[in-house]
């Protein structure tokens, strides 16, 4: 790839890039990483951690593709600007040839959240994709990454720094694994998905059991007192005292009320072995259940 930035061409080495789609997962997958980069060169890591899917995926190995960057301050800061940390984003993306622009949004609410945007066609092209595969994207389509940070979220979490060598060597504040465990457990409990359950919290689950991860129960229990969505609509009041019994049967109940076949339709796109979901019912979710392990 002699036209590819060397630091690029090296991280392409690892994806598969044999369909349009696995390749705009490898370029999506690439930006988040600059975008990564950018933040810390800017000092941002020292005021937020790095939490959920993509931090899973991109730190800790998780083999699913993930959409968005999620952060969470360290201490609670309701005047948190996340502006400030745009143009070097924006920098560093044009450093390694990608154009890009961000637009800030809920600048006045709790979670402070921008989008970055890009060419998709123009960005396959400067990672010299095919032509087919740059013309199954046509002209018009974008790129998107979303990231978020709380500004006012619930503590009690663990953190660690991990290391990144590439594009080029930096270091990312993240939550330790049993903390993001926790962020995880928190979402399967607590979102409100009727119909639509989000399939990519139930095979992190399955992820984090089969990793032996232990759940962070200080950390949940922040969580939880703070907020749970599908608790609150169902009028039940969150318990001051909440133990391992507690979430468990929280859980169980979770998956008496999951529609497994849309829960599998959610994920499948962020996959490559459509396989593994073969084994997936609630019969199964339950045996996890039982194989949940918690941080002493």
Not at 89 to 101: P, Q, R, Y
Not at 113 to 141: M, W, Y
Request: aromatic fraction near 10%; glycine fraction near 6%.
């Amino acid at each position: 790839m002699p036209n590819v930035h060397p630091a690029i061409a090296k991280m392409l080495e690892k994806y598969d890039l044999s369909t349009a789609e696995k390749t705009y997962e490898a370029l999506r997958e690439i930006l988040q990483e600059i975008v990564l980069l950018g933040l810390y060169r800017a000092g941002f890591f020292d005021h937020a951690v790095f939490y959920g899917g993509t931090a899973l995926r991109i730190l800790y190995g998780l083999d699913r593709f993930s959409e968005d960057l999620d952060f969470s301050l360290i201490e609670a800061n309701a005047a948190f600007d996340l502006g400030i940390y745009e143009d070097a984003v924006i920098e560093a993306l044009h450093s390694f040839g990608f154009e890009v622009t961000i637009q800030l949004k809920n600048t006045e609410g709790t979670i402070k959240s921008a989008f970055l945007k890009g060419n998709t066609s123009q960005h396959l092209l400067n990672i010299e994709a095919p032509e087919d595969i740059v013309k199954t994207f046509g002209q018009g389509r974008l790129v998107k990454i979303k990231f978020e940070v709380d500004t006012q979220p619930p503590l009690d979490f663990k953190s660690q720094k991990k290391t990144l060598l590439v594009p080029s060597p930096f270091m990312v504040n993240t939550m330790t694994l049993p903390s993001l465990f926790a962020g995880k457990m928190h979402a399967i409990l607590c979102r409100n998905w009727s119909s639509r359950p989000k399939g990519r919290d139930w095979y992190d689950l399955v992820w984090y059991v089969s990793q032996g991860c232990e759940l962070d129960i200080n950390h949940l229990r922040a969580r939880l007192h703070q907020s749970c969505s599908w608790q609150e609509k169902q009028e039940v009041t969150i318990p001051t005292d909440i133990d391992e019994a507690y979430i468990l049967a929280l859980l169980k109940k979770r998956i008496d009320d999951l529609d497994v076949a849309a829960a599998k339709r959610d994920v499948e796109v962020f996959i490559s072995d459509h396989r593994v979901l073969d084994i997936w019912s609630k019969d199964f979710f339950m045996h996890i259940v039982g194989q949940i392990k918690f941080e002493k």
